[in-house]
């Protein structure tokens, strides 16, 4: 329920209320009417990433990338830049990620080993244990060094996918409009690059992530001979015994 709560909380302050405060905010809240839009639309995804440090008590990087972005986007809006500068920015932070996650392949611990074990997704110490028992420790980092890279190799499609989402979406603003008027293109330009950002990237990156997160479980359930529901921790029924 908790997971729930937090997932719908992610959406609700990071890509609808920002959306409608970008496409709707401007015509009710008078002069600067467009600006003022665009910096409560960013203080909710911005305010929610603190409040989830804070609640936390823990430093996440993805977070801080998170509220990074919005800090970005916020600035290159201020400083009245647009088109090109937009798609940089919206290719640059996947890219960042999938660099990180590559160099951390040829670390002792990779990122994705240091994510599945630290999480509790899987009962690790168990598993840990049978891939000691039957001599598997070096082909487990080998398999887990393959599957980082595989996701920081989904971090650069995703860079790319971004960029070129971007410039279809920040197109120029007719520079005879006056500065209200650019405003509420951008900030709408901005309303568009979230909702479809998401739709665009964030279902297909989870779909990647899936079949990564299943490639593990299926090469450390042959390495341990311990079945999928075993290594993740879930209760295995018996089977109905007959009368």
């Known amino acids: 329920m908790d997971q729930q709560k937090g997932f719908f909380s992610n959406i609700a302050f990071n890509l609808i209320i920002p959306v409608v405060i970008l496409n709707n905010g401007s015509k009710y809240l008078g002069d600067n009417g ?6 409560l639309a960013l203080s909710f995804p911005l305010g929610y990433g603190l409040w989830d440090y804070y609640k936390l008590k823990k430093t996440n990087a993805l977070s801080i990338l998170g509220i990074a972005n919005v800090v970005v986007t916020g600035g290159l809006a201020l400083a ?3 088109g090109i500068w937009f798609a940089v920015k919206e290719a640059a932070f996947p890219l960042i990620i999938g660099i990180a996650i590559a160099l951390s392949s040829r670390s002792e611990k990779p990122f994705l080993e240091d994510f599945i074990t630290a999480s509790g997704i899987l009962q690790w110490e168990m598993v840990k244990e049978r891939l000691l028992e039957n001599d598997k420790m070096r082909e487990w980092a080998h398999i ?11 971090f650069l499609v995703s860079a790319i996918v971004n960029f070129v989402l971007a410039i279809f979406i920040f197109k120029e603003i007719d520079p005879s409009l006056s500065g209200d008027q650019r405003s509420e293109v951008l900030n709408k330009q901005i309303a568009e690059m ?4 998401f739709l665009v990237l964030m279902i297909p990156s989870m779909m990647m992530t899936g079949a990564i997160l299943w490639y593990v479980l299926k ?3 042959a390495m341990t001979s311990l079945s999928t529901d075993e ?10 015994q007959k009368p």
């Open 144 to 154: 887990i060094k393959r599957a980082t890279l595989f996701l920081a190799g989904s």
């Open 231 to 240: 290594i993740l921790g879930q209760p295995v029924q018996d089977p109905v």
């Open 194 to 197: 979230t909702w479809m950002g």
């Open 34 to 39: 467009p600006l003022l839009a665009l910096l």
């Open 219 to 221: 090469n450390l359930s």
């Open 80 to 82: 009245d830049l647009e």
